[in-house]
């Protein structure tokens, strides 16, 4: 069962423009919420974090949205740059467990 | 990802043989994750360990995989017998409290590739 879900596996979006990936999951148990982002032949590397008492959080480009009651979290990169070029991760944990759980990652692909 | 060393980035195996793989937390962490990813998933949790203990396997099939990360030296994924199936990328994470449950972040290496043929 997928507890933690990325329905978009890849999204194109104009160099400039908002750049705005969705996670969706469903164990209200978890706490924290976080982004990855990985490039190819290479390892996830942490982006941002929220905790689940926010609603918000924001670093620079980034800023992460979190909706308890739909269970629901989106990631939005504004303005969006050729590096942003990845795949995005959302990763979930809480409770007493400290396994990160994963989505299946959407590919963000900035057109120039 | 700097600071996490994992080896080898490539690993070719036949069916049948072992497959290690190596992985350096950064400097000062103590708490060691391993994870697979299959073509086109996510992530997915295999054991966590930290000096010398293994504090949750559940993520590792119980058979022919095994992990330990000694007092002195690397952490190793040994995986047994291999079989086509374990072809993937494993990726090691380290970090410095264990405290993934608050939100610790996870500092990943670059993966090892393990390709069975």
């Known amino acids: 069962d997928q507890q933690v879900k990325q329905n978009s596996p890849s999204l194109s979006v104009q160099e400039g423009r908002i750049s705005i990936l969705n996670c969706d999951y469903t164990?209200?148990?978890?706490?924290?919420f976080l982004w990855y982002k990985k490039y190819p032949a290479e390892g996830p590397t942490f982006l941002i974090s929220i905790s689940s008492i926010k609603d918000k959080n924001e670093d620079g480009r980034f800023t992460v949205f979190l909706n308890k009651s739909a269970k629901h979290l989106s990631l939005h990169i504004v303005p969006s740059q050729p590096g942003d070029s990845a795949v995005y991760f959302c990763a979930a944990s809480g409770g007493s467990n400290y396994q990160l759980i994963w989505g299946a990652g959407t590919k963000l692909i900035i057109k120039p | 990802n700097a600071g996490v060393m994992q080896n080898p980035r490539h690993l070719v195996r036949r069916r049948g043989q072992e497959a290690r793989l190596r992985c350096s937390p950064m400097?000062?962490?103590?708490?060691v994750y391993w994870y697979r990813q299959l073509p086109e998933e996510g992530l997915k949790f295999m054991v966590y360990?930290?000096?010398?203990?293994?504090?949750?396997e559940s993520g590792m099939p119980k058979e022919r995989f095994s992990a330990e990360f000694p007092k002195e030296g690397p952490s190793i994924l040994r995986i047994q017998q291999v079989v086509r199936g374990d072809s993937a990328a494993y990726f090691c994470a380290s970090s410095l409290t264990g405290q993934g449950a608050l939100g610790e972040t996870q500092y990943f290496g670059p993966g090892t590739r393990l390709l069975v043929l």
């Open positions: 164990n209200s148990m978890f706490d924290y």
């Open positions: 400097k000062g962490h103590s708490h």
């Open positions: 360990l930290q000096k010398e203990n293994i504090i949750d």
